[in-house]
């Protein structure tokens, strides 16, 4: 090929190895340039041991964030020490901007050989939630092994991540290598509790600065197993989008009295039943709108017959696999805004009739609905003027960011997870029932990707905000190998070559 190049016209030259590239190619990997500079994503013994101890170091600083007001402020910042001490490379490369944003958090701006190219984004945070001692097989915040797992609050939500990028950028610079394309790396102290502190003043921050970003990834989903009964492979679900939150206050008000002479009904009674009505009657099931649908597409061929050919039909089959899913409470979060009763206070003394009663709901609205719409239908259900409803906080369901082969941020994340993770063959789209911290910076790119590159199994979902939470060492390595990777394969990626018939 080199030497047919030489002799023929530029053009020509130029769209025979855009053609030669292009052909065959299965994946992105195949059209990157490998340059000799990339490093292997080998470690040593003892680096090995040292990363783990890192991460262990992490988890017993107890950052946690109880309320947006409470937070354990001494903790944020021995974390901030903490990592200056961890990745020493990092903190005192003359590649790397280092600045502390709304007190606890850090931006990181790695500058890039190729000031050209546009940088993307690292995101993780480092608070958790409150964790007590209760039910939990090792101190929360003991950072123990046992068994080859780190016992801990933050093993995967999401200290995991935080240590993982910044390890895995120690031991490229420690190898002398030098980023081509700039990034950011984003660490929130607050994103427990919403990221106003954190996220949102690094977005802002950004901002004035002019960046755009080609792509971020952050926590928000991961490579799943046996969340589908009958689907015994793994999966890797990339979430292109991210549901919508309204918490709502419901209230009633109602005349105190004396608890010997009741009257027929109270601002307790009255709001019971409003919440009850609210629990008993299900959001619309919005299936068949949203990325749901190419996500079942890409999952149809890995089931047997029959439910390869009903996943594979939805048109037809639609009514059936909407029941389906509605049966689990996770697939059910798919499908549908969720009502999650949360909080409810009433009553000062066992013989005063209570004045206030107060409820709160939390809905985690589906990415075809809106906040507004929610409200209305919340009204509705209700249905009685004495339940005042108060929105104390609500944003809409984000954008589906482009998971298509033209899709960077997607692109490289299903590269890396193919080269890492050999054994996950189905890499699918995904919706993130939860929130992150990505809402924050929608201003700056329309790429954001939710993902862990860890396996998780449905007891360990229950562990994230749960107890005994956990990360296997060996899971925890190749999430610091899979960031080495993805840092590299972000400097050799270049846009595929449109098909014939679209140029
Ligand atoms: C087709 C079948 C697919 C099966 C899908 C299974 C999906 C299971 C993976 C679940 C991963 C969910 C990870 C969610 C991360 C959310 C992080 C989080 O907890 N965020 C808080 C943020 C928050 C929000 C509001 C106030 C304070 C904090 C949250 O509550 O969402
Ligand atoms: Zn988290
Ligand atoms: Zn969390």
């Not at 017959?305 to 059910?332: H, K």
Request: aromatic letters at 8%.
């Amino acid at each position: 090929m080199a030497e047919l190049l030489v002799i023929l016209p530029t053009r020509a030259a130029v769209l025979l190895l855009f053609f030669a590239t292009v052909s065959g190619s299965t994946g992105p990997g195949s059209r990157e340039s490998r340059g000799s500079s990339r490093i292997p994503s080998q470690f040593s013994e003892e680096e090995r041991v040292a990363m783990k101890e890192a991460l262990k170091g992490a988890i017993r600083i107890p950052t946690v964030s109880f309320s947006h007001e409470e937070s354990n402020t001494t903790a944020l910042a021995e974390f901030g020490e903490y990592i200056r001490k961890a990745f020493p490379t990092v903190f005192h490369s003359n590649l790397i901007q280092h600045e502390v944003v709304g007190k606890y958090s850090h931006l990181l701006t790695v500058r890039g050989s190729d000031p050209s190219l546009q940088p993307y984004m690292l995101m993780a945070h480092f608070d958790v939630v409150p964790a007590s001692e209760e039910g939990w097989e090792v101190p929360p915040f003991s950072g123990l092994e046992q068994n080859g797992f780190i016992h801990g609050r933050g093993a995967l939500d999401n200290k995991n991540s935080v240590m993982a990028v910044l390890q895995a950028l120690e031991l490229l610079l420690i190898r002398k290598y030098s980023p081509k394309r700039p990034f950011f790396i984003a660490l929130g102290h607050d994103e427990e509790v919403s990221g106003t502190k954190g996220a949102q003043q690094i977005s802002a921050l950004l901002q004035t600065r002019g960046v755009q970003l080609a792509f971020l990834v952050d926590e928000g989903s991961f490579i799943l197993e046996d969340f589908i009964p009958n689907l015994k492979k793994p999966f890797a679900m990339i979430s292109v989008t991210e549901k919508g939150a309204l918490d709502l206050m419901l209230q009633v008000n109602m005349t105190p009295g004396h608890s010997s002479a009741p009257p027929k009904e109270t601002s307790i009674g009255i709001l019971s039943a409003a919440v009850s009505r609210l629990e008993q009657t299900p959001m619309p099931n919005m299936f068949g709108n949203g990325p749901l649908k190419k996500t079942l597409k890409l999952l149809a061929n890995e089931f047997s017959f029959p439910t390869n050919i009903i996943l594979g039909n939805l048109w037809l089959f639609r009514p059936i696999v909407s029941r389906v899913m509605e049966r689990n409470p996770i697939t059910n979060a798919l499908v549908r805004t969720t009502t999650a009763l949360t909080m409810f206070n009433a009553g000062i003394k066992v013989n005063v009739i209570p004045p206030l009663a107060q409820a709160t709901v939390n809905f985690r609205i589906h990415p075809s609905q809106t906040v507004h719409e929610v409200v209305e239908l919340v009204q509705n259900i209700v249905a009685d003027d004495r339940v005042q409803l108060h929105v104390l906080r609500s944003f809409e369901p984000l954008p589906v960011s482009p998971s298509d082969d033209q899709a960077m941020g997607y692109q490289l994340l299903q590269q890396t997870i193919q080269s890492v993770f050999p054994e996950v063959k189905i890499i699918v789209p995904g919706i993130c029932i939860g929130n992150t911290d990505t809402r924050h910076y929608v201003n700056l790119t329309n790429g954001l990707y939710r993902f862990n590159p860890v396996f998780l199994k449905p007891q360990d979902f229950s562990s994230v905000h749960g107890i005994n939470e956990k990360i296997s060492v060996e899971s925890y390595q190749n999430q610091v190998k899979f960031i080495f990777e993805l840092i590299q394969n972000a400097d050799t990626y270049s846009k595929p070559v449109p098909h014939q018939h679209e140029l």
